[in-house]
């Protein structure tokens, strides 16, 4: 509180408040950037695979992801305001990227969904067998 009282008698008030804007959404990303890389970096000890189909689907996600890292306001600043394509500037294709990572990061939520369900359902299989083959062995 008291370092941004003091820079804003020293600085310029927008320049202070974007300068501390920046920051802290810098900030801000730290722990999903080191989410996706503990992720990408687990490895299950029962698959074959280093990596999996979801975790393609994470990777390529957070590459498309990091256009997203600059405020789309810092792009309007960067890029030209005309429309390079027809209907839509170079903000708008940012922004379509960004979108376009979203998804993917369903589809990997998704793959992971379903590859812990039938992991469970086996798990659950294998238990059942367990029991009876233990069932049966007290029985005779």
Same mark, same amino acid.
């Given at each position: 509180?008291?370092?941004?009282?003091?820079?804003?008698?020293?600085?310029?008030?927008?320049?202070?408040?974007?300068?501390?804007?920046?920051?802290?959404?810098?900030?801000?990303?730290?722990?999903?950037?080191?989410?996706?890389?503990?992720?990408?970096?687990?490895?299950?000890?029962?698959?074959?695979?280093?990596?999996?189909?979801?975790?393609?689907?994470?990777?390529?996600?957070?590459?498309?992801?990091?256009?997203?890292?600059?405020?789309?306001?810092?792009? /309007? &600043?960067?890029?030209?305001?005309?429309?390079?394509? +027809?209907?839509?500037?170079?903000? =708008? !294709?940012?922004?379509?990227?960004? #979108?376009?990572?979203?998804?993917?990061?369903?589809?990997?939520?998704? /793959? &992971?969904?379903?590859?812990?369900?039938?992991?469970? +359902?086996?798990?659950?299989?294998? =238990? !059942?067998?367990?029991?009876?083959? #233990?069932?049966?062995?007290?029985?005779?």
């Amino acid at each position: 509180f008291w370092v941004v009282t003091i820079l804003l008698y020293v600085f310029d008030f927008e320049d202070v408040l974007e300068s501390s804007f920046i920051i802290i959404y810098v900030i801000q990303q730290i722990p999903a950037f080191v989410l996706i890389v503990l992720i990408l970096s687990h490895r299950n000890p029962y698959q074959e695979k280093t990596m999996t189909t979801s975790k393609w689907y994470l990777l390529v996600g957070a590459l498309m992801w990091l256009p997203d890292e600059i405020p789309l306001t810092v792009w /309007a &600043e960067i890029l030209p305001e005309s429309c390079t394509f +027809y209907f839509m500037s170079l903000v =708008d !294709v940012v922004h379509l990227i960004y #979108s376009c990572s979203i998804l993917l990061f369903f589809m990997f939520l998704r /793959a &992971e969904y379903q590859q812990n369900l039938e992991e469970e +359902y086996w798990k659950t299989v294998n =238990d !059942v067998q367990q029991m009876s083959t #233990s069932v049966s062995n007290r029985s005779i």
